[in-house]
């Protein structure tokens, strides 16, 4: 598989290195990687090339915390839209689940899990043996989802506990002054454990309007990527096409260059049939239409490409357990 990492991931590390006065440039051709991608939003990186730019990195700063100095240097733009889509969630739970669903975006090298425990909300990342991450690109990442966090809900959201597969560093007072909570090194995971009091706070930065716009290009982004995953193809042209009311499983096939026999047997490789994938889609999208409090049911209805308001109402409550006012209601 070609693992890749977008580009902009690897704007922060530029900045690092040079708050450092160390020679960005040099070490990124020295990565092979071309410094002039880094104006692309769109372009990525060899994630193999990326390892190689973070144990350089580490090498010349000689820094075995340069990732909590990476860390300082985020923008919303180092994850493409995801970054703004995150701020702009309903609250952190919501925000981390966006991470897991769109964690491809930032790199195919790994990816994110959200479980929950009884006592707590379980985030942890997660590489591929054979992408070969770098620990310090583990900890930067570890780093920038409790800074986010921090950012959109205050600065005291603190992990309950936090779970790192490196070794103990030389600098882990670094470690333990950043997350202000307890740390194990050398675990079985890479883990955030998290309040889940605080995690279904509404945030002060929420923002529907903002994650129906950005959520879509994050599904456009990822469709011109992976053209092989056809689940999210299908989803990009769905979100697009649903107001018109007229999609036929037959006529979203067509719209992807495939059979119906084909696009039915693609989805079923990826765990889905159409009508799950329409269901999870409108679903999804209702969730943020409701909390947007400038649009009528009727225009809900609508958008979603329903025939009539009682048709929305009734799949709401499968989904929901209540109907769509009941939930405005609760917000």
């Known amino acids: ?75 919303p733009t180092t994850l493409h839209a995801l970054g703004y889509s995150w701020m702009a969630s309903e609250n952190l739970l919501e925000a981390l689940q966006r991470t897991v669903r769109y964690f491809r975006i930032v790199t195919n090298a790994g990816y994110g899990c959200l479980e929950e425990t009884p006592a707590s909300f379980r985030f942890s990342l997660h590489s591929y043996p054979k992408a070969d991450a770098a620990p310090e690109a583990l900890d930067a990442g570890m780093a920038m989802i409790i800074d986010m966090s921090r950012k959109a809900y205050g600065s ?3 992990p309950l506990r936090v779970i790192l597969q490196r070794s103990e560093p030389g600098c882990k007072e670094k470690f333990e002054a950043f997350f202000k909570a307890p740390i194990v090194f050398s675990g079985d995971e890479n883990a955030l454990y998290l ?27 990822l469709a011109r990527f992976d053209r092989n995953a056809i689940a999210m193809r299908a989803r990009a042209y769905l979100i697009d096409k649903l107001s018109s009311g007229e999609i036929t499983e037959e006529s979203l096939a067509k719209a992807l260059n495939l059979s119906l026999r084909s696009f039915q047997r693609r989805l079923r490789q990826e765990g889905m049939t159409y009508k799950e994938l329409v269901a999870d889609t409108r679903q999804e ?18 958008l979603l490409g329903f025939s009539e308001p009682s048709s929305f109402s009734r799949a709401f409550k499968r989904w929901r357990g209540e109907s769509p006012s009941e939930y405005r209601l609760s917000l």
């Open 195 to 221: 309040s889940k009091e605080r995690l279904k706070e509404q945030l002060p930065t929420a923002n529907a309007e903002l994650v129906r716009v950005n959520d879509f290009v994050i599904t456009e982004y």
């Open 285 to 302: 999208l209702a969730m943020m239409y409701i909390k947007n409090s400038q649009l009528s049911f009727s225009e809900i209805t609508f």
């Open 156 to 158: 005291n959201m603190n």
């Open 1 to 75: 598989m070609n693992f890749t990492t977008i580009s902009s991931w690897a704007l922060p590390i530029w900045k690092a290195l040079d708050a450092s006065g160390i020679d960005a440039h040099h070490l990124f051709e020295d990565a092979g990687l071309d410094p002039h991608k880094l104006r692309d939003p769109s372009a990525r990186y060899s994630a193999k090339r990326m390892t190689k730019l973070w144990r350089l990195a580490v090498a010349a700063t000689a820094d075995p915390c340069f990732g909590l100095s990476v860390e300082q240097f985020w923008h």
